[in-house]
């Protein structure tokens, strides 16, 4: 088995140290939290999730790292790249995300991420599933002076945990999350006992429909009807502004009774909702997309859901995939659509079903499952001028 190396010094004294601690049956060290330059990060929320992977059940070390500028400078991240090591020995994953993550003076993100191993050995490999894996991310972008940052995190995870989700019920239906794993030869191989450590990423199937950030204007408005076993309605979101909080820009759209929401310019995440007694709820950090959407993309979202005006507050999982392209016809019309469904692992449970469509710039469908029940909305009109 050959290893290929691209490591700091900091890295290979870590490994060194690693290969001693192995040989002398020491116990296991970590490193879940430093600083690096303007940066003071944290690992939090470990566990294991069993995922639906090219049809196998794969067990994958999750965790939640969070980044927070301890700067007096408003920074500007654009780039995260990964790289996966697993003590012991093994090939090292890779895997990069283009984005634009601002952080002001002690503004905070938080990047759900996770690791497997997969065998690429004709012959069979060691079975490392519980070794601790190495992470080295490195952050690149901009200050507010445009002056060019590097910021390298270097995480050494502690053992497994003993908490564990199972994704597989929920998703066995599913497309696959992820592509195979590549041999040397180029021949896809199916996850095992193994040493290649594949980093999570977002990734996308080829699709004939694929969906770029959709970009709002002022005066652009939708109508929706409504029903559950609530009763039913109809509603008007139309948007009406865009608002700066704390250097990040936001679409807001009004609704019925003074309501209005807010999402992320960039990358249409959503944020809160207002109404005229204040904020009803709030998502901390903003629940993002990761665009352009396309067929067996996935994604997963860790984020605090705060209702101040009932002062309380969850922590909320979501695990997302675009199921399928899809022609489904609404009042306002037939539509090309992406479908994207959401579950909570912790509930193995589909929470949400939306149909998106690039011609409209929103969702034409949605159906969501709640304690009460179904609650399906569909498009009546639209206006884009």
């Not at 067990?59 to 939640?64: E, M, N, Q, V, W």
């Not at 659509?337 to 149909?355: F, G």
């Amino acid at each position: 088995m050959i290893l290929h190396w691209s490591l700091t010094p900091v890295w290979l004294v870590s490994l060194l140290f690693w290969a001693i601690l192995g040989l002398a049956g020491c116990a296991s060290v970590a490193r879940t939290e430093g600083t690096s330059g303007p940066l003071a990060w944290r690992v939090t929320d470990l566990g294991i999730v069993t995922r639906n992977i090219q049809g196998q059940a794969v067990d994958t070390y999750d965790f939640t790292l969070a980044i927070k500028n301890v700067s007096g400078r408003t920074l500007t991240l654009t780039k995260m790249h990964r790289t996966v090591y697993q003590a012991g020995g093994g090939q090292p994953g890779h895997s990069s995300m283009n984005g634009r993550w601002e952080l002001a003076p002690g503004g905070e993100w938080k990047f759900p991420l996770y690791s497997y191993t997969s065998c690429t050995e004709s012959q069979g490999c060691l079975d490392r599933r519980n070794a601790q894996p190495l992470w080295q991310i490195v952050f690149t972008g901009a200050d507010d002076q445009d002056r060019p940052i590097e910021n390298r995190l270097e995480i050494i995870l502690p053992p497994r945990p003993a908490e564990h989700v199972d994704l597989g019920a929920v998703r066995r239906k599913l497309p696959p999350a992820e592509p195979p794993p590549v041999s040397a030869a180029g021949v896809a191989s199916r996850p095992a006992q193994g040493t290649t450590a594949a980093p999570a990423m977002a990734r996308e199937a080829s699709t004939n429909l694929v969906v770029e950030v959709p970009t709002w204007r002022p005066g652009y408005e939708w109508e929706y009807s409504w029903k559950s076993p609530q009763g039913s309605g109809t509603f008007v979101w139309s948007v009406n502004r865009v608002d700066a909080i704390e250097g990040t820009e936001y679409y807001v759209v009004r609704g019925s009774e003074g309501r209005e929401i807010y999402w992320r310019k960039h990358d249409r995440a959503y944020y809160m909702e207002k109404i005229p007694a204040g904020i009803e709820t709030r998502n901390v950090p903003p629940s993002p997309i990761p665009w352009p959407l396309a067929i067996g993309k996935s994604w997963e979202s860790r984020y605090t859901r705060e209702r101040p005006l009932d002062r309380a507050t969850s922590e909320e999982l979501r695990s997302c995939i675009v199921e399928k392209q899809e022609r489904v016809t609404v009042p306002a019309g037939t539509f090309a659509t992406l479908k994207v469904a959401c579950t909570d692992p912790r509930r193995q449970q589909v929470v949400l079903e939306v149909w998106y469509s690039p011609d409209v710039k929103q969702w034409v469908k949605e159906r969501g499952h709640f304690y009460y029940g179904v609650r399906d909305r569909e498009l009546l009109r639209y206006q884009l001028e």
